[in-house]
């Protein structure tokens, strides 16, 4: 769903011209990392018969950690999104998530898609929130915004 999404925005970026970049890297490295996982479990599963070149394990999982490590790491990717987001996030704190907080009244409200939505566009606007609070506490102890991205915050 992330990649189609991705793909869909690229090729119109209306309404995601701030945010176009930061899909595209997480699609990126969502790919990679479930690539490299799905691989790693098929081989593992295949006992001793994964070893073989018949197989093909080996092809891929190269491949998966190629598509892990090109262009730059997954990991430097994903602070990179998480710098664009907050910087998106302080310009219109309002961009990811602007409506009303929704109360659960039903079970089957769980199964509406605008309902999830709403649910994990909430979610991200609380997770901003709170990573802004604990980059400003983090930050009045001396650190530098790299140290803060990439080893204070990983929650």
């Known amino acids: 769903m992330l990649h189609n999404f991705a793909k869909e925005t690229f090729a119109n970026p209306k309404g995601h011209e701030d945010d176009l ?6 699609d990126k490295a969502m790919i990679g990392w479930h690539g490299e996982r799905a691989v790693s479990v098929f081989r593992e ?7 073989l070149a018949a197989n093909s394990f080996s092809e891929l999982i190269a491949s ?8 730059g790491d997954n990991k430097v990717l994903m602070v990179k999104v998480a710098k664009d987001l907050l910087s998106i996030h302080m310009k219109n704190p309002n961009y990811f998530y602007s409506g009303e907080f929704i109360k659960l009244t ?13 649910v994990f566009l909430m ?6 929130d709170r990573l802004i609070n604990k980059m400003a506490a983090l930050k009045g102890n001396g650190k530098s915004n790299y140290e803060i991205l990439m080893y204070e915050t990983s929650d």
Do not use: M, N, P
Not at 106 to 118: I, R
Not at 123 to 128: D, H, N, P, R, T
């Open 21 to 26: 970049l930061a899909i595209c890297c997480v």
């Open 123 to 128: 979610l991200e606007k609380f997770k901003l």
């Open 106 to 118: 039903d079970q089957k409200q769980l199964y509406c898609f605008k309902t999830l939505t709403t």
């Open 45 to 51: 599963r295949s006992g001793g018969q994964g070893f």
């Open 64 to 71: 998966a950690h190629a598509a892990i490590t090109a262009e």
